[in-house]
């Protein structure tokens, strides 16, 4: 079953401007993690926030999470066309049998040039 | 450093047909390893994931089966493939810093 829920599904923006995605989740988790996705290929790790953490930078990346609301975002400033990709957030409730993503549906981010 | 090798990366394959996907791992020992598949335009679905040697859980019942006969050796099979397995699949490992994914296996079934 889906854990996390990406909205907007599909965003488009020109070069430049920031885009933001957020993520909500149903269930307590030990960490929340967002990955990008170029078309047809495999994904790739952006960002990992843990559950005690409210805030996280990487470069133009930021990502928040709000462990009462069960929701996290996911900012990227300074949009570039490169940036166009599938993003996805996953969730692992950090089972002690071995942690297991759970994923959203993603939101495709198209920038404009 | 720790790489992943998943292969091939396209595969064309008739209905009721085997299936055999291979997925490898290096520079790291004992690590948690998943496979996933991604219906067009949609999340990832965890089909199965291994501690270790032997040991495979899985997710969901479907027509697909796996298997780890070595630590970094992780093998997603079936004996009769259905129009339904048509995907992408990709292979995983994951450490305390997050997942590392394969390059994704595009299976299409005819």
């Known amino acids: 079953s889906q854990q996390g829920e990406e909205d907007p599904q599909a965003l488009s923006i020109q070069e430049g401007e920031n885009a933001t995605m957020n993520c909500s989740y149903k269930t307590s988790i030990n960490n929340l993690q967002w990955y990008r996705q170029n078309s047809g290929r495999g994904l790739v790790h952006l960002i990992l926030i843990r559950s005690n953490e409210r805030e996280k930078h990487s470069g133009r990346l930021r990502v928040t999470l709000d462990t009462s609301k069960k929701s996290s975002s996911l900012l990227i400033t300074a949009s570039r066309a490169a940036d166009t990709a599938s993003y996805f957030c996953?969730?692992?409730?950090?089972?002690?049998?071995?942690?297991?993503?759970?994923f959203g549906e993603g939101t495709q981010l198209t920038v404009n040039p | 450093s720790q790489t992943i090798h998943q292969w091939p990366a396209t595969l064309v394959q008739p209905v009721g047909s085997p299936l055999s996907l291979e997925c490898t791992v290096e520079g790291t020992s004992n690590p948690n390893l998943y496979w996933y598949r991604q219906a067009a335009g949609r999340g990832l679905q965890l089909l199965f994931y291994?501690?270790?040697?032997?040991?495979i859980s899985s997710e969901v019942p479907q027509n697909l089966s796996a298997s780890r006969p070595q630590d970094r050796q992780f093998i997603l099979s079936s004996k009769k493939l259905l129009l339904s397995d048509s995907g992408f699949y990709l292979c995983?490992?994951?450490?305390?810093?997050?997942?590392?994914f394969g390059s994704g296996t595009r299976l299409t079934v005819v």
């Open positions: 291994s501690v270790g040697i032997g040991q």
């Open positions: 996953a969730t692992d409730a950090g089972e002690t049998s071995g942690s297991r993503l759970t």
């Open positions: 995983a490992w994951s450490d305390y810093y997050g997942y590392t």
